[in-house]
């Protein structure tokens, strides 16, 4: 069984950055496609970033394109979310997922692990 655990969130002015973090054990993480999702109060969840099973392929959101940029070490069965010049309507909860039947992917249904998330919150 696949866990995923995220770490790194918190509370951030405008402007700031965090790096997020998502540990995996229990699986061949270098064969999952990664990916990082968030969830405002009240929104649905929605597809932050994907990055390719090696690293060598990632995809943004349009809203994060230029400002987040996702990358992994498979030999520390991490993948990372760095967050740069975050603004208030970053704000949510960020989840990491999975997916073993793909490289990479941009939609929910696609992914088959999950993990618990990681409240980061913008102030302005």
């Known amino acids: 069984q696949v866990q995923l655990v995220e770490s790194g969130g918190g509370l951030v002015q405008a402007g700031g950055s965090l790096r997020l973090s998502c540990a995996a054990s229990?699986?061949?993480?270098?064969?999952?496609?990664m990916g990082w999702f968030r969830q405002a109060p009240g929104k649905e969840r929605e597809f932050v970033a994907t990055?390719?099973?090696?690293?060598?392929?990632?995809y943004y959101a349009g809203s994060v394109k230029g400002r987040f940029t996702i990358s992994r070490d498979n030999a520390k069965n991490t993948v990372f979310l760095q967050m740069n010049s975050l603004k208030p309507e970053d704000t949510a909860v960020y989840f990491c997922?999975?997916?073993?039947?793909?490289?990479?992917?941009?939609?929910?249904?696609?992914?088959?692990?999950w993990g618990q998330g990681t409240q980061v919150t913008v102030s302005s």
């Open positions: 229990g699986g061949t993480f270098s064969s999952y496609g």
């Open positions: 990055i390719s099973t090696s690293g060598s392929g990632t």
């Open positions: 997922a999975g997916t073993s039947r793909y490289s990479s992917a941009t939609l929910l249904r696609l992914y088959d692990y």
